[in-house]
């Protein structure tokens, strides 16, 4: 049996040109694969434009790729399908904290209506999970009687997160999920995360931007450019010695302590 | 210290979310909820019975025992403003209802599903749009015979892609928001997060819409009476009331015609009103 | 010889509520704030933290509604005692805004070059021409070679990064003195980001001008500032040189926030800071920040700290010595 969860082999995607006067279609992802090792947390990190979304968004099943393999658990994947990965094989988080809850729903009964779909318990051992998987996500089973408006954006996505876990998943597939939360906040939910994952057997795929949260948060990275993977390896090695002129620069760009900005690290000089 | 505030020459404006009380909008919906207790209680508190003729009594004007006047064959002018307003509000009615509710699930279709279905519906909008309502009418009184019927099925036909429309687009706002893509993915049909998830959030425009629908349909169903091809006559009805009363108008006797026209302006114009300050909140308060 | 550009001397906000009949709700808190001609002060803050309505109560901006109390002095002028005509000189000529958006502060049917020299000719500063020619050298000197071909361009053929630099330029047509940046690189690739503020920098340098950076990155702020300012729930925590702070921050707040951000060179438990940052209007009494903070004591609830000198730079908090200096290793 092998130790990989997912192997997803040169994937390929693009999308329809919208207009006459476009050419064949933006190739948004080209030629993609990469192994992800049971437990583990896999980083994919690029700029805008760099086809880490849309990669995460196909495995997830929300867009359909006409070439490529997928293979989730051993069992193979077809990916000219939507939605046919199986809830309790995979979830997502996604970016925004606000759009991701139905506004007239509350955050508990949100919560209960996956269980309902997804499971054969009852209502008590529904509210039971509910409050469980809330405690388990830092909030309050309290917190099941609130709106999400009545939320704020880290607690929303704590919400999110102990909805995504509702039905058991496999494999978490979390896009840019701290990058619209306040610094101090975006700590917590990476705790929160990393608790997670050493108390289950989930696997991560986490799509940012932000080099210093992959760092954090995944075992391994790839490194994305123009839908291409420029570089990939364990994320210590990565980012600490990267090979590749695109790693390195993505790396010089990021503030940190003695960092000066410089220019000419973009694309071209005007050009961006 | 001063504490002289800059306030005093603001440009910006943060907007609030209207949770305010708006005078107009409070004033239309009065309006209309009087106008609708009338249609109901009409018939009850109108002093003649509407279609009580008295031939003798014919053409007269305001009196005390006929606050209105009465009609060319003696109907008294008040009891049958009053009880015409049950088919006036009947008719459009049931046609905001068939419309609103066909429009609706049509609406949601087209956002829901996309591709070949959204543009072959919305062909089929595109032309029930290029066909005017009063037209509509007259094709099935000619096809179907005149009648209350004929025109409100008629007009419910042509109503349905202006709700369609607008239904579409606020579904198209709602699919595009990530719980919508969290529900799929959690194994939710297609079925019922539209009926649970999306067409809740829309429920506000479909009222909205209703609500100013209704003031057009009073419109088209008032002229296709008019015109002779709604209720027929000796029913009371606002519309037919206006066309009977042309007669009377050449004698100089303006209260049939006017007061039934006035009555029909008053309940388009509230509804209206009511319906767009509706429509403005729903907007707003995304 | 530096002298004051703009003095914020206690200014404090109160917006109306959003309900009709709630009270006013404290949105700044007593912030005090200078900055110098040629030099550049980082506002960095949360949300909540009142750093947006400062530049706004700076500009003039703020709502409708709003009470401010204190006094906002440019060149030594207390700006909320303009008139409309004095507000919109101010507004033309002394200080230039650049945007988090720039594509919600374009006009997507005008013309780069017309949207360039639309504000200063209409504040009639320069003629139509010269107008042009400014822009057109300005555009070159952040950058944009082909200066010719992107004037007639519309918005939406520039990608964000050049239109923030267009943005820049825009900033600068007018020849102000002070220049208020309000989180201009968050929505820009970090690549770009880097790029763009290495621009802002050597403008500001070349030109002399005053600069208040709005962030919520304190690197960032650290790397494009000479003093920093920590704003929380409204107020200003720490102020002082980007050294002092930034080395060793004396403010609970500060430190938290050095230490939860997470490293590109090591995986650590993060010291995240407890609970989430408050609006000004949240705060009971005492400290804004004693809900959070470590060091909390009693004296922290009961009692509001106020700003003084402490290690070379102002605090306001009871207990600056306490404060544990994040390990930080150099890039």
Redo the contacts between chains.
């Keep these: 049996m092998s130790e990989n969860i997912l192997e997803l082999r040169n994937l390929r995607k693009v999308f329809a040109a919208r207009s006459a006067g476009m050419s064949a279609g933006i190739v948004a992802v080209d030629d993609v694969s990469f192994d992800v090792v049971r437990g583990s947390s896999l980083g994919i990190v690029g700029e805008s434009g760099s086809g880490k979304k849309t990669t995460a968004r196909i495995i997830?099943?929300?867009e359909t790729a006409a070439a490529g393999t997928l293979d989730i658990g051993g069992e193979s994947v077809d990916m000219s399908r939507?939605?046919n990965?199986?809830?309790s094989t995979?979830?997502?988080v996604?970016?925004?904290p606000f759009?991701?809850?139905?506004?007239?729903?509350r955050i508990g009964a949100a919560i209960d209506?996956?269980l309902r779909?997804?499971t054969r318990l009852d209502r008590t051992a529904r509210r039971a999970r509910v409050a469980d998987l809330l405690e388990q996500v830092g909030l309050n089973a309290s917190h099941a009687e609130e709106l999400p408006r009545n939320l704020s954006g880290g607690q929303r996505q704590r919400a999110?997160i102990a909805?995504?876990l509702a039905?058991r998943p496999r494999i978490l597939i979390l896009d840019e999920a701290v990058s619209a939360l306040d610094v101090s906040v975006q700590a917590q939910v990476l705790n929160l995360l990393a608790d997670i994952r050493r108390d289950t057997e989930i696997t991560y795929l986490f799509v940012s931007h932000d080099l210093a949260v992959i760092r954090q948060i995944s075992d391994r990275c790839i490194v994305m450019q123009a839908g291409r993977i420029v570089e990939q390896g364990t994320t210590a090695e990565v980012l600490t010695d990267p090979q590749e002129e695109y790693t390195k620069r993505l790396l010089d760009a990021v503030p940190r302590p003695g960092w000066k900005p410089g220019r000419g690290l973009a694309h071209n000089g005007s050009g961006t | 210290?001063?504490?002289?505030?800059?306030?005093?020459?603001?440009?910006?404006?943060?907007s609030?979310?209207a949770?305010?009380i708006d005078p107009i909008l409070a004033t239309a919906g009065v309006v209309c909820a009087l106008l609708v207790l009338l249609a109901i209680a009409g018939p009850w508190i109108a002093p003649f019975p509407p279609n009580q003729t008295d031939v003798l009594a014919a053409s007269q004007g305001p009196s005390a025992t006929h606050l209105l006047g009465t009609d060319s064959i003696g109907r008294d002018i008040l009891s049958r403003l009053l009880a015409g307003a049950r088919l006036s509000f009947l008719g459009p009615g049931i046609i905001v209802v068939l419309s609103t509710t066909l429009g609706t699930l049509f609406g949601i279709a087209c956002a829901w599903w996309g591709g070949f279905v959204d543009s072959m519906l919305t062909k089929a909008f595109n032309v029930l749009f290029a066909i005017p309502g009063i037209l509509m009418a007259l094709v099935a009184a000619a096809v179907f015979g005149a009648g209350f019927w004929a025109a409100v099925l008629s007009l419910s036909l042509v109503y349905v892609p202006y709700v369609a429309r607008v239904i579409r687009s606020a579904a198209l706002q709602e699919r595009r928001?990530?719980?919508v893509?969290?529900c799929?993915?959690?194994?939710?049909s297609g079925l019922r997060i539209c009926s649970r998830?999306v067409f809740?959030?829309v429920q506000p425009v479909v009222v909205a819409q209703a609500t100013v629908g209704f003031g057009s349909a009073l419109m088209d169903f008032g002229a296709a009476s008019f015109l002779g091809i709604g209720v027929q006559p000796p029913q009371a009805e606002w519309g037919l009331m206006v066309s009977d009363g042309r007669t009377e108008l050449l004698n100089g006797a303006l209260q049939q015609s006017l007061s039934a026209g006035a009555l029909i302006v008053l309940s388009v114009v509230a509804f209206n009103v009511l319906g767009e300050r509706l429509s403005d909140r729903t907007g707003a308060g995304r | 010889m530096k002298h004051a550009l703009l003095e914020i001397?206690?200014l404090s906000v109160d917006?109306?509520g959003?309900?009709?009949g709630d009270g006013l709700r404290r949105v700044i808190h007593d912030v005090s704030l200078t900055v110098a001609s040629g030099e550049s002060v980082g506002l960095v803050g949360e949300s909540g933290s009142g750093k947006s309505m400062t530049t706004?109560?700076v500009m003039?901006?703020?709502?409708?509604?709003?009470?401010?109390?204190?006094?906002?002095r440019y060149h030594g002028q207390?700006?909320?005692?303009?008139?409309?005509k004095e507000?919109s000189a101010y507004r033309a000529k002394q200080i230039a805004m650049i945007y988090q958006d720039p594509r919600a502060h374009t006009n997507p049917l005008v013309k780069i070059g017309d949207f360039l020299i639309e504000g200063v000719v209409a504040a009639k500063l320069m003629s139509r021409a010269d107008a042009r020619e400014r822009a057109h050298d300005l555009l070159q000197s952040v950058g944009i070679t082909d200066a010719g071909r992107r004037m007639v361009q519309y918005p939406h053929e520039l990608s964000g990064g050049l239109l923030q630099r267009v943005m820049i330029v825009m900033a600068l047509m007018s020849s102000p003195s002070l220049i208020l940046a309000d989180e201009p690189t968050t929505a820009l690739d970090v690549t770009v980001q880097s790029e763009v503020v290495a621009i802002l920098a050597e403008q500001i340098r070349d030109r002399s001008l005053g600069m208040l950076f709005i962030t919520h990155d304190l690197d960032l702020a650290a790397a494009i500032s000479d003093s920093l300012a920590v704003m929380y729930a409204g107020a200003i925590v720490e102020n002082g040189s980007v050294k002092a702070i930034y080395d060793s921050p004396r403010h609970p707040y500060t430190a938290g926030l050095l230490a939860s951000r997470p490293s590109l060179h090591e995986v650590k438990r993060l010291q995240a800071i407890p609970g989430r940052p408050l609006s000004a209007f949240e705060v009971a009494g005492g400290c804004a920040f004693a809900s959070r903070c470590p060091l909390a004591s009693q004296r922290c609830l009961d009692e509001r700290p106020v700003m003084r000198e402490v290690d070379g730079r102002e605090v306001a908090c009871h207990h600056p010595q306490n404060v544990e200096l994040p390990t930080r290793r150099p890039a």
């Excluded at chain 3, 003039?60 to 906002?72: D, E, I, Q, T, V």
């Design positions: 997830a099943g929300l939507r939605f990965r199986g809830p995979l979830q997502m996604f970016q925004d759009g991701s809850f139905d506004p007239r729903q209506e996956l779909i997804g999110a909805r995504a039905l | 210290m001063t504490a002289v505030p800059v306030s005093g020459v603001r440009l910006a404006r943060i609030t979310a949770r305010r928001r990530p719980y893509e969290a799929q993915l959690a194994g939710m998830h809740g959030n | 001397d206690g917006l109306l959003r309900q009709r706004k109560a003039g901006l703020l709502p409708r509604g709003a009470r401010a109390n204190g006094a906002l207390d700006i909320s005692g303009y008139n409309r507000l």
